[in-house]
């Protein structure tokens, strides 16, 4: 059973730059027809979709997100990144991933289409305080 | 970005009783192409992430109770619980998945009456 499971640093302070990872159980990686997603909510903005990644490395971002975050993998290892370059207040979320279902979707290399998000990990909170 | 609003945001059901929830988006998420719904609905119990309850706006994801239903087409689609059992406490979303950037309601809380 495909299991998924955040990790990341609990509490930042504004402008830092933070790192969360979500390691793969149950499974691999390495599939065309997923891709690996980082979602996530918070009281005001509810759920957010923020990026997704290929076992190739190739992410697709949502542009309100694009110009400040990362997504990095590892298939050897079995875990997929996100990192935010400088964080604010309105980053405190609790922060999901998720597999990307992507079967019988357009994908480009300049844009791609996904499906729905499951399974789910537990999540994490990212709290941004001074 | 596809604007998703459900209403109510929240209601309370008796033990038993039918609960129905609605979701409109801004624009259809109807293709023509496949005739299909581009649209799920996922349940968030306390302290947990959300799950996939329902894919292609009426497909049940495999092990959710037949006690979930999912309707509608291009606009308004419809979730019904139709006999509330106690563990189906939670806040219910949907979620189009048509545009490359996919998003969600703001999420419907089901409690007991």
Same mark, same amino acid.
């Given at each position: 059973q495909l299991q998924l499971q955040e990790s990341g640093p609990g509490l930042v302070k504004p402008s830092e730059a933070v790192s969360l990872t979500c390691t793969v159980s149950?499974?691999?990686? *390495? *599939?065309?027809s997923y891709s690996w997603a980082w979602i996530r909510q918070s009281p005001g903005q509810g759920l957010e979709w923020i990026g997704s990644i290929y076992d190739s490395g190739t992410a697709y971002y949502n542009p309100s997100f694009k110009s400040r975050v990362t997504m990095s993998v590892d298939t050897s290892k079995n875990y997929f990144s996100l990192k935010f370059s400088s964080v604010i207040a309105a980053d405190t979320a609790t922060y999901y991933c998720a597999r990307h279902d992507a079967r019988q979707r357009y994908c480009s290399i300049n844009i791609c289409y996904f499906n729905w998000f499951d399974p789910w990990g537990p999540g994490t909170l990212v709290t941004v305080s001074s | 970005d596809i604007v998703m609003t459900q209403s109510p945001d929240s209601l309370a059901v008796s033990l038993g009783e039918r609960a129905t929830i609605n979701c409109k988006s $801004?624009? $259809?998420?109807?293709?023509?192409? =496949?005739?299909?719904?581009?649209l799920g609905w996922y349940q968030q119990k306390p302290g947990q992430p959300p799950k996939l309850?329902?894919?292609?706006?009426s497909t049940r994801e495999f092990?959710?109770? =037949?006690?979930f239903s999912g309707s509608g087409s291009g606009t308004d689609f419809t979730l019904t619980i139709s006999s509330l059992q106690a563990e189906d406490v939670a806040v219910y979303y949907c979620q189009q998945?048509?545009?490359?950037v996919s998003t969600f309601g703001q999420g419907t809380k089901v409690e007991i009456k």
């Open positions: 149950g499974g691999s990686l *390495t *599939t065309t | $801004s624009q $259809s998420v109807l293709y023509s192409v =496949d005739n299909k719904n581009y309850l329902i894919y292609w706006a092990g959710v109770p =037949d006690r998945y048509y545009e490359r």
